[in-house]
């Protein structure tokens, strides 16, 4: 997961005094069950959450000049990385750390490249347990991409150390090619970053049609399908016309949802001190069997890796919370707000971790053979993407989105990203940065060389500000939420206002990568998708379960529905019932039965990307049982 820390120098960072206190909550922060958990107290840890992991720049921007090793940045770590390190084993947790196949991580600090060997015996040195490695600054072609994670992966497994190796190189070909997969890695990336919200997610979902057989239980862990990092209401709401990124309460739900389906890695990311401001429905998502508070000091910035159990020590000192959550309706963000009891989600992660099903399947598929999620089922029927975007320009970490970090640089100043076929520009002149399509006089075939375009371009000074043509004394400036805005220049130059262009990208002072918006197609507004996944049963093992999950992307409550041939590709055993028994898994309650299951059936689903985890069970009894058996 990402940290956020307040004393560095930028999100994604976390220094040896933020890291202990979030393991020491992990290992030791209570939360009282209610709901179906009988009562009691447990801790993260108990409930699987393991690996504590910060992301890029814990190391120097250069590698010892004697020996050649990594470097833990000095001002995060004064005493050395061992005794976080330490800290955290002594907690019963893992310590994750971050790296790059390529020559410089996505932070231009060292990578892998060339020092695979070295820097293998330097992770196993320090005690590392999972090793995130991107894939920045080195080739995308897929056979050398998977020469290189090989190399690595030979390294450390001549350590002797288990540590479990998790891809990030954005593609599906990292689980279905003949040497990825079980062969390559424990976990690997299969879609972009999600941190540009909604559509990034649909995405990593697409991505992996026809992949999920892949993933499954092997020697040292197995491999595991990995969608990137769950996100929280809010991200990717950049404001304008692009709102079909921004992750609403109801699209949270159903990203976790989805990811539990689908037997990804869940992550966990948040802020020790932001936690204050984290949005019930999140709280309800990532705290299992749990009472929660809007003003309760907790941590989240953790990782269950997909169907691994984990067994929980019994920890002498815990801090107790005791609170209860302000809620209010996941559907919509503008209902009063009223005192209520956060249930549990540990029914949904049970779907995530169900190892034993009454089939060799153990992945999600898509059931309803729809068109995908993230592009127009027909172009004859689908009205075409304008090229002009209007979303807020903003910075994310380099390496997620490769294509929308890419700008071109005019000889004139215009900024464009080919990807988008979009220009960064002053909205209406005004401070406000956005990227534009350049839709002007069709006798104009560029914004460039025109002095009525100005507000498209800008000036690159040596010093590292870059100035509007429009208005030279306004310089790019960075904002706290991480867009972009045109200000008075300072001077000196401080560093929100001070960027690096080099290789084609455009970061800030941080190493955050300006990226761009892409359009969201037309088919993620107007579709619905049903997809499903085998479960195990103790109450009719030869029957089994199935969880189904129904998505709604149209705009508002629309019957989803799973017809006969959806429910043909569930592969319901012969000794499941004609009657189906269903559980809501959110709402941890049952639902009327489904008389006649193999003729299909339909469900009222809240739009907007909302969805319903749903549990298909044989038995009454089972559906009727909150408690996973």
């Known amino acids: 997961g990402d940290y956020q820390d307040p004393a560095a120098p930028g999100p994604g960072r976390g220094n040896a005094s933020y890291i202990a206190a979030i393991a020491e909550f992990i290992a030791n922060g209570s939360i009282p069950l209610v709901g179906g958990g009988g009562g009691g107290w447990t801790t993260l840890k108990d409930l699987g959450y393991w690996y504590v992991n910060p992301s890029s720049s814990w190391d120097e921007m250069e590698r010892s000049p004697t020996t050649g090793e990594l470097v833990p940045r000095k001002d995060f770590y004064p005493d050395g990385i061992e005794p976080t390190v330490d800290h955290i084993h002594a907690l019963g947790l893992g310590y994750g750390t971050y790296g790059d196949r390529g020559t410089l991580d996505c932070d231009k600090r060292p990578g892998q490249l060339g020092h695979e060997a070295q820097d293998a015996a330097y992770f196993a040195k320090i005690g590392v347990d999972w090793l995130k490695s991107d894939s920045c600054y080195d080739t995308g072609a897929s056979a050398t991409a998977i020469a290189h994670y090989a190399t690595m992966r030979d390294a450390l497994n001549a350590t002797g150390r288990p540590i479990w190796y998790a891809l990030c190189g954005w593609e599906p070909f990292y689980a279905s090619d003949p040497k990825g997969g079980t062969r390559l890695a424990n976990s690997a990336r299969i879609g972009p970053d999600t941190g540009s919200g909604w559509s990034a997610v649909l995405k990593n979902i697409d991505n992996l049609n026809g992949i999920g057989r892949f993933a499954g239980h092997a020697m040292a862990g197995g491999f595991w399908n990995d969608g990137s990092l769950q996100l929280a209401p809010g991200v990717g ?164 989105e490769p294509t929308l970090q890419l700008w071109n640089i005019s000889a004139t100043g215009a900024i464009l990203n080919n990807a988008t076929d979009a220009y960064v520009a002053m909205a209406g002149c005004d401070k406000t940065l956005i990227y534009d399509g350049c839709s002007f006089d069709p006798n104009v075939t560029t914004c460039a060389g025109r002095g009525d375009y100005r507000h498209f371009e800008f000036t690159f000074r040596g010093d590292g ?151 298909l069970c044989a038995s009454e009894a089972e559906c009727a049982n909150p408690t996973p058996k």
């Open 465 to 615: 500000a870059i100035l509007s043509q429009y208005n030279p004394a306004l310089c790019v400036s960075k904002q706290d939420d991480s867009t972009l805005e045109a200000v008075p220049c300072g001077s000196p130059l401080p560093a929100s206002q001070t960027w690096i262009h080099t290789s084609g990208q455009i970061t800030d002072s941080v190493g955050h990568c300006l990226t761009a918006s892409q359009p969201s197609p037309p088919g993620q507004l107007n579709t619905t998708a049903v997809f499903g996944r085998p479960l195990s049963s103790t109450y009719s093992p030869a029957a089994g379960a199935y969880s189904v999950l129904l998505l709604n992307n149209q705009p508002t409550v629309t019957n989803v529905t799973c017809g006969v041939a959806c429910v043909a590709n569930m592969g319901l055993p012969s000794a499941f019932p004609e009657t189906a028994f269903v559980r809501d898994l959110w709402a941890h309650s049952p639902l009327a039965p489904i008389v006649s299951i193999r003729s299909g059936f339909s469900v009222a689903v809240h739009g907007a990307g909302a969805s319903m985890l749903l549990k």
């Open 237 to 400: 709401c950049h404001g304008g016309d692009d709102e079909s990124t921004c992750m609403s309460r109801a699209r949270h739900r159903s990203m976790f949802s989805l990811y539990c389906v689908h037997a990804l890695n869940l992550v966990m990311t948040g802020n020790l001190p932001g936690i204050a401001q984290l949005d019930p429905a999140v709280m309800e998502t990532w705290y299992p069997t749990a009472f929660v508070c809007a003003m309760c000091v907790v941590v989240v910035v953790v990782v269950i890796a997909a169907l691994v159990s984990v067994v929980a020590a019994r920890v002498e000192k815990r801090l107790h919370l005791f609170c209860v959550a302000s809620c209010s309706s996941i559907y919509s963000d503008t209902r009063p707000r009223e005192l209520c009891v956060v249930r549990s989600n540990s029914e949904a992660i049970a779907v995530n971790q169900d190892t034993s099903s009454w089939t060799s399947i153990r992945h999600g598929r898509r059931l309803d053979g729809g068109p995908p999620l993230t592009m127009p089922s027909s172009a004859a029927s689908q009205p075409a993407v304008s090229s002009v975007i209007y979303a807020k320009a903003h910075t994310a970490e380099c390496g997620g």
